[in-house]
């Protein structure tokens, strides 16, 4: 696109807008349907979590020989 003049600011609005209808936060779910899909994302996420956890190896926690680790003195910490 190509202007054709130099850029015109915007119209100022007309009224401010009402704070009431500015607060958000409130979920609404009015047909079955919409809560289907909220509740099965919702939970998706949790399996997602899940599964992620149970296929990321972790490290071994009580397999480890205390004599292999190398201690270094606090200040190099």
């Given at each position: 696109?190509?202007?054709?003049?130099?850029?015109?600011?915007?119209?100022?609005p007309k009224e401010p807008?009402?704070?009431e209808k500015a607060r958000g936060g409130e979920i609404i779910l009015n047909t079955?349907?919409?809560r289907?899909?909220?509740i099965a994302?919702?939970?998706g996420a949790?399996?997602?979590?899940?599964?992620l956890g149970k296929l990321i190896?972790?490290?071994?926690r009580g397999d480890v020989d205390e004599s292999k680790i190398e201690r270094r003195p606090r200040f190099f910490q």
């Open positions: 696109m190509v202007r054709e003049g130099p850029a015109q600011p915007a119209p100022p807008y009402p704070a079955p349907g919409r289907a899909i909220f994302g919702l939970l949790v399996v997602l979590a899940i599964v190896p972790s490290a071994p």
